[in-house]
């Protein structure tokens, strides 16, 4: 079955202490990203991928680290989270002859 | 800022057709037309996408205006569960991979038994 998958879905911290986010697909897609969604501000995208080794940084992406050292994983890390980073956080990807984007069930992240 | 403009919300009684309406004026000639839904805090999920001509899935219909300037997404008889929010995007598409999507706030469309 075609899926993202996101770990953990639900994670609560405090404020400083790292934390990465795993990211992973199973379709052989080259592009991938990672939204937020706040409420009234709807999903803005954090950073992307077109391929391996390649990253760049989406509309929202301060206090956000990413890598792609591997085609279908996709972490993001948060190095000094802040209680503003408290979001709901998607994951996405998609490539080839497929015009559809494929989002993963979601991270709740709360950081106190 | 998002390329689109949907209304805030919409009703629709279950069994019947909902249509979601989007403007999107300032579409460049490469770009499509996607449209998305998220239920209740979901991932987006895709539901179908155009370029000029009406495209038709097993989800839904979409039809693009001549001018390409608006667009109407067609579920042709609504159930509860599509009670969510439908984004309309504009994107452009580069050397076959997919690119980025600017979601706006969307419709919520809330189908009613």
């Known amino acids: 079955e075609a899926q993202v998958t996101q770990n953990p879905r639900y994670l609560i911290t405090v404020t400083g202490k790292k934390l990465t986010v795993t990211c992973s697909q199973n379709?052989?897609?080259?592009?991938m990203s990672w939204y937020r969604q706040d409420p009234g501000l709807g999903l803005r995208q954090i950073y992307y991928?077109?391929?391996?080794?390649?990253?760049d940084k989406g509309d929202v992406p301060e206090g956000y680290k990413v890598s792609r050292k591997e085609k279908r994983n996709f972490p993001l890390i948060l190095e000094s989270p802040s209680p503003n980073q408290t979001s709901l956080y998607f994951c996405?990807?998609?490539?080839?002859?497929?015009?559809?984007?494929?989002f993963g069930p979601g991270t709740r992240l709360t950081v106190t | 800022d998002a390329k689109t403009t949907q209304p805030t919300s919409m009703d629709c009684a279950e069994g019947r057709a909902a249509n979601l309406p989007c403007n999107h004026s300032?579409?460049?000639?490469?770009?499509?037309v996607y449209w998305y839904r998220q239920i209740h805090s979901q991932g987006p999920q895709y539901i179908i996408h155009?370029?000029?001509n009406n495209e038709t899935n097993e989800m839904a219909s979409l039809i693009i205006t001549e001018d390409r300037k608006s667009s109407t997404l067609i579920l042709p008889h609504a159930t509860l569960r599509d009670t969510a929010v439908y984004y309309c995007?504009?994107?452009?598409?580069?050397?076959?991979?997919?690119?980025?999507?600017?979601f706006g706030t969307g419709t919520l469309l809330a189908v009613q038994p």
């Open positions: 996405a990807s998609g490539g080839g002859n497929d015009y559809e984007q494929y």
């Open positions: 379709m052989n897609h080259e592009y």
């Open positions: 991928s077109m391929n391996v080794e390649v990253t």
């Open positions: 300032t579409i460049s000639g490469n770009e499509y």
């Open positions: 155009g370029l000029k």
């Open positions: 995007i504009v994107s452009a598409r580069y050397g076959g991979a997919t690119n980025k999507l600017i």
